[in-house]
């Protein structure tokens, strides 16, 4: 359950109620593809760098161990030992990025594993099957990930079959939810917007899904080649039309700059790889832009990555120190940064509620944004 505390202009301060605790939101999903963050970060420090979700790869986790595999060691949660709430991604994403290796059909898409090959068939029911064998508290409908630029036919084709399929969906988690063995019954569905840089085939699309009283409404097939202002426009006409008592997703999205324009338009829930790849390349996020810890400047830098961060690696570590590390390549390097990054982001989002609490988010905003632009002294 959604519950919508304040809003400022279209910006949202909630809260969403699960099985696995109350996520406050706006929110920034960590991702753990395989049930883990890359660059050996733990769910004791995930605790630690103030991390609310955790979301999960359906396909990844289909192909190694299995969801199978999962379900009998109890779930998700007990597997990767995490108490709080997950999300599972359907597995469309990854299918449709894997061209030249899939067939598109109306029950659902024929593939090859990446990893050896073999012949996987993946419909609508199957990724509610695994995403159920896997136990997360949020279960993402299965949809087609168009590409981008796309025909206006191809498009409005591909929405149309994505609305078939999210319909789909909703039978199977019903009949799923109820079964015995089913190890969390209270499993919520997201639906999934789709329509490129369409707005009229977006809008029509939300229309339709918002009618089918889901937990969450995801905007999906966004930050896959377009301008960010392309993005933030689709974003300007689609959110209205999106159930403003429910959370809304934009997925796979992005720099702190893309998250404060995105939440002032609307957007509760975001998730994205930059922060842990970035972390693991020696890039890291400071108030004042970004810095590569590679650089020669950092050599005899005795000064944290950031002076007013509380991270695990700021709380004790110099920007010379984590430099060293990389350059020796040794694994601590990349694990410090991407802990930094992850820290940042969600302590950045406790910001933006604190912000949207007190009616200063426009303000914070605008200073967070100046600040971006400065460079490092």
Not at 22 to 44: C, D, E, R, W
Not at 71 to 76: A, E, I, V
Not at 282 to 300: H, M, P
Request: one cysteine or more.
């Amino acid at each position: 359950m959604y519950k919508l505390l304040k809003t400022e202009g279209r910006a949202k301060l909630g809260e969403f109620h699960t099985v696995h605790g109350v996520i406050k939101t706006p929110v920034f999903m960590n991702v753990g593809t395989l049930a883990a963050i890359k660059g050996a970060v733990s769910t004791q420090d995930l605790q630690e760098i103030k991390t609310q979700v955790e979301l999960s790869n359906t396909y990844h986790l289909h192909l190694r161990p299995g969801d199978k595999v999962i379900k009998k060691l109890g779930g998700l949660h007990k597997f990767m030992v995490w108490d709080k709430p997950i999300l599972t991604d359907s597995g469309g994403f990854q299918v449709f990025s894997l061209t030249g290796l899939r067939k598109i059909k109306e029950e659902g898409v024929y593939f090859n594993s990446h990893i050896d090959g073999r012949k996987i068939f993946m419909g609508p029911e199957e990724s509610m099957q695994i995403q159920s064998n896997l136990a997360s508290t949020i279960a993402m409908a299965f949809d087609e990930c168009p590409p981008y630029p796309a025909t206006r036919e191809y498009m409005q084709n591909s929405v149309d079959r994505t609305t078939r399929w999210l319909k789909r969906c909703i039978n199977e988690m019903n009949r799923l939810n109820s079964l015995d063995d089913t190890i969390n019954k209270s499993q919520m569905l997201f639906g999934i917007n789709q329509g490129g840089t369409y707005s009229d085939i977006r809008i029509e699309h939300a229309k339709v899904i918002s009618e089918l009283n889901l937990d969450g409404y995801a905007v999906g097939g966004l930050a896959v080649g377009e301008t960010h202002q392309e993005m933030y426009r689709i974003l300007e006409d689609v959110v209205p039309y999106l159930p403003q008592n429910k959370p809304t997703y934009l997925m796979g999205v992005g720099t702190p700059e893309n998250i404060l324009e995105s939440v002032d338009r609307g957007v509760d829930f975001f998730d994205c790889v930059l922060p842990a790849r970035n972390g693991r390349h020696a890039n890291v996020y400071t108030n004042k832009g970004k810095l590569n810890l590679n650089n020669a400047k950092y050599e005899l830098d005795d000064r944290p990555i950031a002076k007013d961060c509380n991270c695990p690696a700021c709380k004790t570590y110099s920007r010379a120190y984590i430099r060293h590390l990389f350059k020796a390549k040794e694994m601590l390097a990349m694990r410090l940064c991407v802990l930094h990054n992850l820290y940042f982001y969600n302590n950045m989002m406790e910001e933006i509620r604190e912000a949207l609490a007190k009616g200063e988010f426009k303000a914070y905003k605008k200073m967070r944004l100046e600040g971006f632009k400065e460079n490092d002294k």
